[in-house]
């Protein structure tokens, strides 16, 4: 029923050469999750939907590890415009022996919300207690397209996903892979925030059926809130999509490294992958210089607020609590920055709160890169 998901064959190898007392190095096996699919639409904005950003974003995380590893193998619960169950986004990810499984989605908040058009930011959950009622809607909300399938209730074992009392399955279980997922999510979400600019909303837990019945470290991302029109035009652009899947890829790499604890091997003249060669304590700069030497044809605007001669440690208290900043040289001096807006009212509304800090802060726009002056 699967196997049209599965590549190269590895895990018939793999069982192969077990059942014959033989070796085989199996290659890591990394299930890529587009969330919805086909008639469920997920999230809807505007302009665009969550269905298809999801797709997009996770085939182009796919072809940039293919292009990358030579020993890692992609498996894709989906690869079209087609409806899979979570159950049977599951069995693919077992079916296959999964070593990580990604979950990729796009936020939003019910039409009531005052906030539906303003709020924005990344976040990343693994499995574990709603610590907030926000985190629960947001896994009732994924957990809601199994009442998409015929006879769920009898699929899923009586599970209901828009009542709070069935999800003490997943208060009471213990997940053997939470350690590695929250380490997985804190890489990802550190880069979403620090490469793709994207406002941190913060590591979270709670209880998404996918994640609790895959039997490997599991994490699902949330990329930006679609009902916001700023942050749905990022998403719908090729460019946005491009730099979120770097986030993901290079958060990636960094996991991978870690976990086997040797040089990463990869193709050394990709930009992508070059910072995770340096020393750990170079980590930090090196991640700066990636996401402010991020290109772009879509102008920005930023607000500068801070000028210094030299670079700053991104935690020094020269930056008065500020988070999420980033640096442009122009004449040997390194200017901060805090913000990515498309739109200036938006940063007009960020000036306001930063200048309670610096007061001198001013709005710039920027391209490619550089300031537009």
């Avoid at 200017?335 to 800090?357: D, M, P, R």
Wanted: aromatic share 10%; with cysteine; charged share 25%.
């Amino acid at each position: 029923m699967f196997g049209k998901y599965l590549k190269k064959g590895s895990m018939a190898l793999f069982v192969a050469a077990s059942a014959f007392g033989m070796t085989y190095a199996r290659d890591f096996v990394l299930v890529l999750d587009p969330g919805h699919g086909g008639k469920d639409y997920g999230a809807i904005g505007k302009i665009t939907n969550e269905k298809s950003i999801n797709l997009r974003v996770a085939q182009l995380v796919g072809e940039k590890i293919e292009d990358l590893y030579d020993d890692v193998e992609i498996v894709y619960t989906r690869d079209d415009d087609s409806f899979v169950s979570l159950k049977d986004r599951a069995t693919i990810a077992n079916e296959a022996g999964g070593d990580l499984f990604i979950s990729i989605h796009v936020n939003s908040v019910d039409k009531k919300n005052r906030n539906r058009s303003i709020i924005q930011g990344a976040s990343v959950y693994t499995l574990g207690l709603h610590k907030s009622a926000d985190n629960l809607e947001v896994a009732k909300r994924e957990n809601a397209v199994m009442a998409m399938e015929d006879d769920y209730t009898s699929s899923y074992e009586g599970f209901n996903p828009d009542s709070s009392e069935s999800y003490i399955i997943f208060e009471l279980s213990q997940n053997q892979h939470l350690e590695q997922s929250v380490r997985l999510a804190g890489a990802i979400q550190d880069q979403l925030v620090r490469y793709a600019n994207r406002v941190d909303k913060g590591v979270r837990q709670a209880g998404f059926w996918v994640l609790w019945s895959t039997s490997m470290p599991s994490v699902l991302i949330e990329l930006d809130f679609i009902c916001n029109p700023e942050q749905e035009k990022y998403l719908a652009s090729e460019n946005g999509k491009q730099e979120l899947a770097d986030a993901i890829v290079r958060a990636f790499a960094k996991y991978k490294s870690s976990k086997a604890n040797l040089p990463l091997d990869v193709k050394a003249s990709d930009p992508l992958t070059l910072d995770y060669k340096k020393s750990a304590k170079d980590e930090s700069s090196i991640s700066k210089e990636a996401e402010s030497a991020v290109n772009t044809d879509v102008e920005i605007y930023k607000i500068q607020f801070l000028t210094s001669s030299k670079e700053l440690s991104a935690a020094g208290k020269e930056f008065k609590g500020l988070s999420n900043t980033s640096f442009y040289k122009d004449n040997g001096l390194y200017k901060y920055t805090v913000g990515n807006f498309n739109e200036i009212q938006s940063a007009k509304k960020l000036l306001a709160e930063v200048q309670q800090k610096f007061p001198s802060a001013f709005i710039i726009k920027m391209k490619n890169g550089k300031r537009i002056k």
